[in-house]
């Protein structure tokens, strides 16, 4: 599994990942219907009455109009809000301080992966060397 996959399982869980095509759906729909107000879109689908799955998902020109309600359901929830634009999905908004997570959590994931390379290609150490490198590093400090 690749860094992006492992980083989707952590935001998105196992109903949510299926949940975002059917957001895309139902948009395209409500657009080939010539629904102008999506605003009816988006409040069905913040209840979840399409999706079983409690999505929050809002178009773009929810963005100026409704900017104050999005960002408080940021901080209140954590969880993702969609932008939808044209009928699809267009954007994903997260809170300062999920993206804060999320980043930090790829990090974590690019140096497990890295490590993983490391051990693949044969540059390990005994542990009693690594942790004196560590140990010398932390006195030393250069770690």
């Known amino acids: ?17 299926p949940a975002i095509a059917e957001v895309e759906r139902i948009a395209k729909v409500s ?18 009455e399409e999706t079983g799955v409690m999505l929050k998902v809002y178009t773009s020109s929810d963005l100026g109009s409704r900017y104050h309600e999005i960002s408080a359901a940021l901080h209140a929830s954590e969880e993702p809000i969609f932008i939808t634009e044209d009928g699809e ?8 301080e999920a ?3 999320l980043t930090a959590r790829l990090e ?4 497990v992966e890295q490590g ?17 490198a560590i140990r010398r590093d932390l006195h030393n400090g250069t770690l």
């Open 1 to 17: 599994m690749d860094v992006d996959r492992r980083a989707q399982a952590d935001i998105f869980d196992e109903k949510t990942i």
């Open 99 to 101: 993206y804060e997570r």
């Open 31 to 48: 657009a080939v219907k010539g629904n102008a107000d999506h605003n009816e879109l988006s409040a069905d689908l913040k209840q979840g």
């Open 116 to 132: 993983l390379r490391n051990i693949e290609a044969g540059r390990v150490l005994p542990a009693r060397e690594a942790l004196d």
């Open 89 to 96: 999905v267009d954007a994903v908004m997260l809170s300062i």
């Open 108 to 111: 974590l994931y690019e140096k």
